[in-house]
């Protein structure tokens, strides 16, 4: 999934949880833990700069979504990791005694998980890291190497042109994701 989809996903679960669960926060609170939520449910994507900006890449295609060439092997992408940072920061919630702390603990175990759960769709995710690196996927999509290399808009239109065709599933999903946030935020439900 691209990171607009991702933001969305992230802020529409953080809404959600936060309107189910009623926590007793100040506006300010509840606002900066919506704002969290959206950078934990995109953060596990920061691995991506490393496969899009490496000197030996310099490129964005599809190859990138091969399981060999995936963004999703760097750590960021292991869900494992996202579990361990949200229960230690629960347990500073709990020392603390800051409700504040213990909300954002479970949304960052939230956003992060629904992250991966989304890349489950079609790109795959190792969730089994660091004990076993086979990509889990519900649909897999067969996907060639592209080894054109040119300027990087170019680049990222013909990633765009084709993601829009191979990771159909996806990309209509990220659309509803997309206007739903939009629909939400601006009616301010």
């Not at 949880?17 to 953060?43: H, M, Q, R, T, Y």
């Not at 990509?135 to 040119?150: G, L, P, T, V, Y």
């Not at 065709?165 to 939400?184: D, G, H, M, Q, S």
Request: glycine share 4%.
């Amino acid at each position: 999934m691209l990171a607009p989809g991702h933001l969305a996903a992230s802020y529409l679960a953080s809404k959600i949880f936060l309107k189910i669960i009623k926590p007793e926060l100040n506006n300010s609170e509840i606002d900066n833990l919506i704002l969290w939520g959206i950078i934990f449910g995109v953060a596990p994507d920061l691995d991506l700069s490393y496969n899009t900006f490496h000197p030996k890449k310099k490129t964005v295609n599809l190859s990138d979504c091969q399981d060999n060439e995936s963004h999703r092997r760097h750590f960021t992408h292991a869900p494992l990791v996202w579990l361990l940072a949200s229960i230690f920061i629960f347990i500073w919630g709990l020392i603390t005694g800051s409700s504040f702390i213990l909300f954002l603990s479970l949304l960052i175990w939230l956003c992060s998980w629904l992250h991966f759960g989304l890349d489950s769709l079609e790109d795959g995710i190792r969730w089994l890291w660091p004990f076993n690196k086979k990509f889990f996927r519900i649909k897999k999509i067969s996907i060639i190497a592209e080894n054109k290399k040119s300027a990087f808009l170019k680049d990222l239109s013909r990633f765009l042109k084709n993601y829009t065709k191979k990771f159909k599933l996806t990309f209509y999903l990220e659309i509803v994701l997309v206007l739903a946030a939009i629909i939400i935020y601006f009616l301010k439900i």
